[in-house]
Nanobody, 124 residues
């Protein structure tokens, strides 16, 4: 069982940066793939980024590629999402997730474990 708690959301102006953190519980988290998804009001959940268990391979959604970076520190059981050059359309609740298998961007039904989310608001 893996439990995930996100932090770091908030209000930022367009062009600014934020770093989200996801603290995981569970001794085996370092063997799990992890990821970030987001959902804006009235929209479907959107894939943002995933990273494999080692941190050596990552995948990104087209809308964030080149602006966001996912990373992890397995010693701290924490996954990060560095968000730069933020745009108003990045406004959403951001969810951390984890799964036993790394599938790049292919998670049609999402991942197995989810946090409760953290709100990111980008003002224009």
């Amino acid at each position: 069982q893996v439990q995930l708690v996100e932090s770091g959301g908030g209000l930022v102006q367009a062009g600014g940066s934020l770093r989200l953190s996801c603290a995981a519980s569970g001794r085996t988290f370092s063997t799990y793939a992890a990821g970030w998804f987001r959902q804006a009001p009235g929209n479907e959940r959107e894939f943002v980024a995933t990273i494999d268990w080692s941190g050596g391979t990552a995948a990104y959604g087209d809308s964030v590629k080149g602006r966001f970076t996912i990373s992890r520190d397995n010693a701290l059981n924490t996954v990060y999402l560095q968000m730069n050059s933020l745009k108003p359309e990045d406004t959403a609740v951001y969810y951390c997730a984890a799964d036993r298998l790394y599938r790049g961007s292919y998670y049609p039904n999402g991942m197995s474990y989810w946090g409760k989310g953290t709100l990111v608001t980008v003002s224009s």
